[in-house]
């Protein structure tokens, strides 16, 4: 699948390739680097320039804003301009789910490029917990801007080699740190409207920043049909976002799974529990049904059935939307284009 003309290397972290990629990142240079929750491509948040490849490289709209990464809740303010109430509410979210895979939106300052924010007055924040991700923060001494290393639209990574199977050829190096222990994007959280809301739900579920806030009212996620060539506020509602190129068709109950025996069908369950007879194109996301598990191998799975095979179409089981299930079937949902989500 590779393309260009890029040697595109895999490093290993030693403590030379870490000093490396923060050097060519602090000269403008792009580069894919693990997260907790997918890899991400890398740049210098303050540099147009390296701001401009990564959109390029990912073939990515310029109505797509970027989530800018920095080490700490001190350096993230520094990107917003609030007022005393909304500084404290931050903080009370960022001492309790960061370091971690939790995205602020506040209002911008004014001299936060537009290229990040695709003109809008709010920017997007993270405090990422990958060790590695940190050092190359702490190294550099940037914020770094990093949306998921993969082509828009695609599948979004969870292993070094999964950025270099569709982007190979388009960047010089990916930093391997092995398999991202989240395995979705970022919760993202819009603080700059009243209530805040969730735009795009991950690990971090509504329930869990409710419980840390409790006198402040959370909007749920919005999930209506949008139309896609309107600038979403967040991409994760596109109603088409995350997909493999197979047909994907989810299934909510076992009853509703259509076919049973056909060879170049693959069907993905949530668990192995319960299931007696298992063919060979059948394959599951957790032993146990784990929501955790599920995350981890949900992006993974399905891109090497994807990949790796050559299914005419996958059906998926999808999970009720609750807790964590609503950011695995959200993902389902725009994976397999549908407009809304499931029970
Ligand atoms: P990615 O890292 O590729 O998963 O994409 C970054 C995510 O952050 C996208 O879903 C963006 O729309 C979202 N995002 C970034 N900036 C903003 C913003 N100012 N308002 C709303 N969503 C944003
Ligand atoms: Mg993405």
Not at 11 to 33: C, F, H, M, Y
Not at 38 to 45: H, M, N, P, T
Not at 275 to 303: I, P, T, W, Y
């Amino acid at each position: 699948m590779s393309s260009g003309t890029i040697e595109t290397a895999i490093l290993s972290p030693t403590q030379e390739n870490l000093d490396w990629l923060a050097d060519w990142i602090r000269k403008g240079g792009v580069a894919a680097l693990p997260t907790e929750t997918v890899y991400g491509l890398a740049a210098d948040a303050l540099n147009t320039g390296a701001l401009r490849q990564i959109f390029e490289i990912k073939r990515r709209p310029l109505y797509d804003p970027l989530i800018v990464h920095v080490e700490n809740g001190e350096k993230l303010l520094e990107w917003a301009e609030i007022n005393e109430d909304l500084r404290r509410t931050v903080l009370t979210l960022i001492e309790r789910f960061s370091p971690g895979p939790l995205t602020y939106v506040l209002p911008k300052k004014s001299w936060v490029p537009e290229l990040l924010t695709a003109g809008r007055p709010t920017l997007a924040l993270r405090i990422p917990a990958h060790p590695l991700f940190r050092e190359i923060l702490r190294r550099s001494s940037l914020a770094l801007a990093a949306p998921s290393a993969n082509p828009f639209g695609y599948l979004s990574p969870t292993l070094a080699r999964h950025v270099r199977e569709s982007l190979g050829g388009k960047l010089h190096y990916i930093l391997d740190g092995g398999d991202c222990t989240v395995g979705l994007e970022s919760t993202i959280l819009d603080l700059s409207r009243s209530p805040m809301r969730i735009l795009r739900p991950g690990k971090i579920t509504r329930e869990e920043i409710q419980s840390v806030l409790p006198d402040k009212e959370i909007a749920g996620y919005i999930h209506e049909e949008l139309d896609d060539t309107v600038s979403p506020m967040a991409p994760g509602m596109l109603r088409r976002h995350y997909s493999p190129r197979t047909p994907l068709c989810l299934f909510f109950k076992m009853e509703e799974l259509p076919l049973a025996k056909e060879e170049n069908v693959a069907r993905v369950f949530l668990s192995r529990k319960d299931r007696e007879e298992v063919l060979g194109n059948d394959f599951f996301l957790s032993e146990e049904g784990d929501g955790m598990q599920v995350a981890k191998r949900l992006f993974s799975l399905l891109r090497e059935l994807d990949t790796s095979h050559s299914y005419e179409k996958i059906y998926c089981q999808c999970p009720p939307s609750h807790g964590l299930g609503t950011a695995i079937a959200d993902r389902l949902c725009r994976a397999a284009g549908l407009p809304k989500k499931g029970p």
